[in-house]
């Protein structure tokens, strides 16, 4: 059994910030990769991040420059820092545990979402 536990949404004004956490109850978690999904009204979830156990990290184009994914393997935590916020990012944040087959990243474990707003 693989819990994560989302933290850090609420509502936030245009071009504001916001940071996210996610933390895992599995040692496992330091060999896995990780990844933010989000998922607007009438919208499919979609990508926002991922991040590998070595680092590596790709983004959602519509996210680049504005967003940061990184993980603390001792706190078992992986974050979503959230810069320049629009409102088209306000949507349902659900952190993943996933695996890679090659360069794909394959979802497994959701957190339970946590709701960003930007809003002015």
């Known amino acids: 059994q693989v819990e994560l536990v989302e933290s850090g949404g609420g509502l936030v004004q245009p071009g504001g910030s916001l940071t996210l956490a996610c933390t895992a109850s599995t040692d496992i978690f330091v060999r896995k990769p990780m990844g933010w999904f989000r998922q607007a009204p009438g919208e499919e979830r979609e990508l926002v991040a991922t991040?590998?156990?070595?680092?590596?990290?790709n983004y959602a184009d519509s996210v680049k420059g504005r967003f940061a994914i990184s993980r603390d393997n001792a706190k078992k935590t992986v974050y979503l820092q959230m810069n320049s916020l629009k409102p088209e990012d306000t949507a349902v944040y659900y952190c993943n545990m996933g695996k890679l087959y090659h360069t794909d990243y394959i979802p497994d474990f959701w957190g339970q979402g946590t709701q960003v707003t930007v809003s002015s």
């Open positions: 991040i590998t156990a070595f680092g590596t990290i």
